[in-house]
């Protein structure tokens, strides 16, 4: 079942390889198609590295509700209370920026700053020359819209939660991530900067049009799209939204499952991080997030109250989320392997 939706929604001349995951109510698997890169040989390794671009904000979400658990930080919180180092805007001094509107897109904040494209040397790796004073030099000189703001998903948000959760435990960021979620679950894979050893089992990742592209160095966006992970490391962190007795930490992690506002979107809602989908039909909501780069795409999806989620890591643009969504379904329909 798996491979024949694959080999029907994938285009293996554009698309070299991908890793599938999936985990049912009786264990977890990995299915591999393709190469490492374009024209070679080595069919792509179960352990391969990718970048997973946007889903890194469900781990920047998942780290800021064990902060808000700890009491550390307040969803209410709002922006103005925060002394952020370099930032002086006088009309954000409202109470309606505040941490959750940040991390459910809903702050009226826009996707990219307007001063992101003057920075852009590479377009293979348009985030490694904007540093975070040329974040706060937009900051402080935009003006907040009037009326109440509504969805708009902004990776400006992701990087100011980054930079509070940093001001807030006086610890960057990345360090945190890592000692408080990605070692603790044992993600030895998931990083922003990998070792000479992980670079060997990162994908060559490429364009839609077949262009090999530079990975990303993702700078003041890392909590937004930096990291890159394995399919093993995200197989383990799923599973923890999907225990039937959640420990401590899942407990926390769930929190950020649960819908926290509407979105422009029809039949979907915001969780902290996650989007939550409402199918047409009678069945449970699907939870999911994705992911791009200039080379690699990324799609996890799960139903908590069937034990199923999907994943899928590819070095190419050109692979859609429909594949993702097809297997979820399938597996939800009694699916033969």
Not at 50 to 78: A, N
Not at 176 to 183: G, I, P, S, V
Request: some cysteine; glycine content about 6%.
């Amino acid at each position: 079942m798996v491979s024949y939706i694959i080999h029907s929604e994938v285009d293996f001349e554009k698309t070299p390889g991908l890793l599938v995951g999936i985990i049912d109510p009786d264990s977890s698997y990995i299915f591999p198609y393709g190469v490492m890169e374009k024209g070679g040989k080595e069919p792509i390794p179960l352990d391969a590295i990718f970048e997973v671009g946007s889903i890194t904000k469900v781990f920047t979400s998942s780290l800021l509700s064990l902060l808000v658990g700890e009491q550390q930080l307040s969803l209410d919180s709002p922006l103005s209370s925060f002394s952020l180092e370099g930032f002086q805007n006088p009309k954000w001094d409202g109470d309606d920026l505040t941490i959750k509107s940040l991390a459910t897109h809903c702050s009226g904040l826009p996707k990219l700053p307007q001063n992101f494209g003057s920075k852009e040397k590479d377009a293979s790796n348009p985030y490694a020359f904007y540093t975070r004073d040329d974040l706060f030099s937009f900051l402080n000189n935009y003006h907040p819209e009037t009326e109440k703001p509504s969805y708009r998903y902004s990776h400006i948000g992701y990087a100011l939660l980054g930079e509070i959760i940093t001001q807030s435990t006086r610890t960057p960021y990345a360090d945190l991530l890592n000692e408080r979620l990605l070692e603790p679950i044992g993600l030895d894979d998931t990083r922003f900067s990998l070792s000479e050893l992980q670079k060997e089992r990162l994908c060559k990742g490429y364009s839609i049009i077949g262009q090999e592209k530079t990975p990303w160095d993702a700078q003041v966006f890392n909590s937004a799209v930096g990291l890159k992970s394995s399919m093993n490391d995200l197989l383990r962190f799923i599973a923890l939204f999907l225990e039937d007795s959640p420990s401590e930490l899942s407990e926390s992690l769930l929190t950020t499952c649960a819908p926290q506002t509407t979105t422009s979107i029809s039949k979907v809602s915001m969780g902290l991080g996650w989007h939550i989908f409402q199918p047409k039909k009678k069945f449970y909501d699907v939870v999911a997030h994705s992911g791009v780069t200039s080379g690699h795409r990324a799609y996890i999806g799960f139903v908590r109250e069937t034990h199923t989620a999907v994943i899928i890591l590819a070095n190419s643009e050109a692979v859609m989320n429909a594949a993702g969504n097809i297997i979820l379904q399938s597996i939800n329909k009694n699916w033969r392997k």
